[in-house]
């Protein structure tokens, strides 16, 4: 069974940086893409930055120029968060699927989530 192991998560305050990790343990065709979504309390998942082996990147318009998606090789894949703001506050998930896309629907794996809070 494939697992997602993230890390990095916790507190900041407002204008600092965290830095994401996501690990699978196990490399195939439906984990190619891989990236991060977040959840605000009472709204549906949605994309931060999402990338495939190959380069193939997409970031939510609210963090470009903020975040920075990289993977590291085929299992592991980073996300630095500069000049955090406090509307970043939520939940991040890990997510690994065949093909990059926005929607939460695409993807075949998730992790358990970490928490990341700004505040002001």
């Known amino acids: 069974q494939v697992h997602l192991v993230e890390s990095g998560g916790g507190s900041v305050q407002a204008g600092g940086s965290l830095r994401l990790s996501c690990t699978v343990s196990e490399y195939s065709d439906r984990t190619a893409c891989m990236g991060w979504f977040h959840r605000a309390p009472g709204k549906e998942r949605e994309v931060i930055a999402v990338i495939r082996t190959g380069t193939i990147i997409v970031y939510a318009d609210t963090v470009k120029g903020r975040f920075t998606i990289a993977r590291e090789n085929q299992n592991t894949v980073h996300l630095q968060m500069n000049n955090l703001k406090p509307e970043d506050t939520s939940m991040y998930y890990c997510?690994?699927?065949?093909?990059?896309?926005?929607?939460?629907?695409?993807?075949?794996?998730w992790g358990q989530g970490t928490q990341v809070t700004v505040s002001s």
């Open positions: 997510a690994a699927g065949d093909w990059c896309s926005r929607s939460a629907s695409n993807y075949n794996y």
